[in-house]
Nanobody
């Protein structure tokens, strides 16, 4: 049983930073793509960033490039999302996801497993 558990969300002032974590368990994730998505209030879930477990190739949405950084710790089976220079429009529930075989890492429909989400609220 694959489990993804996010943590690290919270309330932060505009310009601040957080580090989100996604602890993965239940299988070996080599060959997987790990992604972060977010769902702002009243809006659809959207791609934020992704990383290939092997090789570490990363992908980012244009809206977060230069501010967010995705990384992974193979030994801990944990994926991180460092979020800096936060803006009010970054307020959302952030979800971790895993895709068994994603040629297009930004597509939400390529992901097979999802975490429960962690709330990030940015106050202006």
């Amino acid at each position: 049983q694959v489990q993804l558990v996010e943590s690290g969300g919270g309330l932060v002032q505009a310009g601040g930073s957080l580090r989100l974590s996604c602890a993965a368990s239940g299988r070996t994730f080599s060959g997987y793509v790990m992604g972060w998505f977010r769902q702002p209030p009243g809006k659809e879930r959207e791609f934020v960033a992704a990383i290939r477990w092997i090789g570490g190739t990363t992908y980012y949405a244009d809206s977060v490039k230069g501010r967010f950084t995705i990384s992974r710790d193979n030994a801990k089976k944990t994926v991180y999302l460092q979020v800096n220079s936060l803006k009010s429009e970054d307020t959302a529930v952030y979800y971790c996801a895993a895709a068994r075989a994603a040629t297009n890492a930004v597509r939400i429909d390529k992901y097979d497993y999802w975490g429960q989400g962690t709330q990030v609220t940015v106050s202006s």
